[in-house]
């Protein structure tokens, strides 16, 4: 199983950013899919998460209106589409995947069993 994040970098406040994340090794549709980020001495959070058909999705508070989380089964990507982001989001953002028999999102950082490198990104002033 591979999770292949990328499309992070530098931006300004007000900025956008779009991450992919790209799965191999498992069925694409038997799997929900997150996004998630670490800032330095803080812990992993969950960022946004949607479930395997695509209809459920979820957005943390902080994020909700300007992050829409995506997937295309067609090329098994998972998409973070970051508009008007602020200095708060930078963060390594990090994809994941898990298995999961319902249509449902998954939000708990620690039910995730696949996951991706992390694409840095940074937004300034």
């Known amino acids: 199983v591979q999770l292949q994040a990328s499309g992070g970098g530098s931006v300004q406040a007000g900025g956008s950013l779009r991450l992919s994340c790209a799965v191999s090794?498992?069925?694409?549709?038997?799997?929900?899919l997150g996004w998630f980020r670490q800032a330095p001495g803080k812990e992993r959070e969950t960022v946004a998460s949607i479930s395997r058909s695509g209809r459920g999705t979820y957005y943390r508070s902080s994020v909700k209106g300007r992050f829409t989380i995506s997937r295309d089964s067609a090329v098994n990507t998972a998409y973070l589409q970051m508009n008007s982001l602020k200095l708060e989001d930078t963060a390594v953002h990090y994809c994941?995947?898990?298995?999961?028999?319902?249509?449902?999102?998954?939000?708990?950082?620690?039910?995730?069993?696949?996951w991706g490198q992390g694409t840095q990104v940074t937004v300034s002033s």
């Open positions: 090794g498992l069925t694409f549709s038997d799997y929900a």
């Open positions: 994941a995947a898990e298995e999961t028999p319902l249509d449902q999102t998954i939000v708990a950082v620690t039910t995730y069993d696949y």
